[in-house]
């Protein structure tokens, strides 16, 4: 029998995942870090694996993470030199679009600016923009950007996308690569950043990227907290340059009560909800996964670990 070993210190997530695992896998055996078992196991099923775990396990073949990223395996710096493999989720892409259509559609229409306004009992209305004269960009086209960039484009707005590689996508004007970054950004009212986190990602977030941005702009992250210079952000922000972000993941997770930015003018703070593999989804994957390795056959979504996603 195959046995999966399932890695985090979340302890909720562990129990959650294993009761998915009885329901979608009961052909798979699997344990936790501190059963015996573990020593055997082939798989390491993980989400911010504990320091040192990766490394207690002797029959490891294959790190499979339980999300769509795979930076949070960095949590332990004994990860070995095997595959990694990531969830792919069609219910993802679902639950992305409608985080970020709620994002743009609340600046695009601001929302923002009328929610303020109550605040202060203030009735003003602002002239109404079309979609079409309303810029989206979308940093990443992959697996959920590319889902992004077409619902937005089906929404009437105007949509530019940037990848790594060339891409084609309907009503998408596409760009790529570091020579075409300064293209995409010009004069977007809204970017969305769906990028991996790898060394050549970290920081995009910053002042040279909001410089090229429609005065006013917006900020819409759902990528990783570290992509975001934060310093640069509240110096945006403060001068007008931007007009406000929706932040949905952060370097610290949850994000610390005495953080900055919690209160900082025209951020708007979402708990890393904007969309979740479900358990079901994860279990069938991995052991989907398992199943190939000890069948010797390809797997499934497996990460480039040279270009990190
Ligand atoms: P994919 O791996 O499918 O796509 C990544 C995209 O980013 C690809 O289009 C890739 O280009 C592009 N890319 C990578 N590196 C660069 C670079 N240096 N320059 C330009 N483009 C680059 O990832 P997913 O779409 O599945 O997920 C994206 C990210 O979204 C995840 O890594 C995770 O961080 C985040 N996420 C956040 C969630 C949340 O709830 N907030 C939930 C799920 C994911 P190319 O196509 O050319 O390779």
Redesign the pocket.
């Known amino acids: 029998m195959n046995t999966i070993v399932l890695l985090s210190s979340d302890t909720v997530l562990l129990a959650q995942l294993q009761a998915a695992f009885a329901r979608q896998a009961a052909d798979m055996h699997v344990v936790l870090a501190n059963a015996p078992e573990a020593a055997h196991a082939q798989v390491a099923a993980c989400w911010f694996p504990p320091s040192g775990s990766l490394k207690a396990l002797p029959q490891l073949k294959l790190v499979h993470s339980v999300?769509?990223?795979i930076?949070h395996l960095q949590s332990d710096p004994s990860l070995p030199d095997l595959p990694i493999c990531r969830v792919?989720d069609p219910a993802?892409r679902q639950g992305?679009t409608e985080y970020v259509r709620w994002a743009v559609l609340n600046f695009h229409r601001g929302f923002e600016r009328v929610l303020q306004q109550q605040r202060e009992r203030l009735w003003q209305r602002h002239p109404q923009r079309s979609a079409a004269d309303f810029k989206v960009g979308v940093m990443?086209?992959?697996?959920?950007?590319a889902a992004i960039a077409q619902d937005l484009s089906g929404a009437g707005y105007s949509v530019r996308g940037?990848?790594?590689?060339p891409?084609e996508l309907t009503y998408v004007a596409c760009h790529?690569g570091n020579e075409q970054f300064n293209d995409f950004l010009i004069g977007l009212d809204a970017l969305v950043n769906?990028?991996?986190?790898?060394p050549?990602?970290q920081g995009i977030l910053c002042r040279s990227t909001f410089q090229r941005l429609a005065k006013d702009a917006v900020v819409i992250n759902?990528?990783?907290g570290q992509h975001v210079q934060v310093d640069d952000l509240q110096q945006a922000l403060n001068s007008g340059q931007l007009r406000g972000a929706v932040l949905?993941?952060f370097e610290r997770e949850p994000l610390p009560v005495d953080d900055r930015l919690w209160n900082m003018p025209g951020v708007i703070i979402t708990p890393?909800?904007?969309?979740?593999a479900s358990h079901d989804c994860i279990a069938q994957q991995v052991a989907l996964n398992a199943r190939c390795l000890a069948n010797g056959e390809p797997l499934q979504n497996l990460v480039n670990i040279d270009l990190g996603?």
């Not at 990443?140 to 950007?145: A, E």
């Not at 769906?194 to 790898?198: D, F």
């Open positions: 999300a769509a990223g930076d792919v993802h992305m990443g086209l992959g697996s959920l950007g940037w990848a790594r590689s891409k790529h769906l990028l991996p986190l790898t050549a990602t759902c990528g990783r949905d993941v890393h909800m904007a969309s979740a996603y």
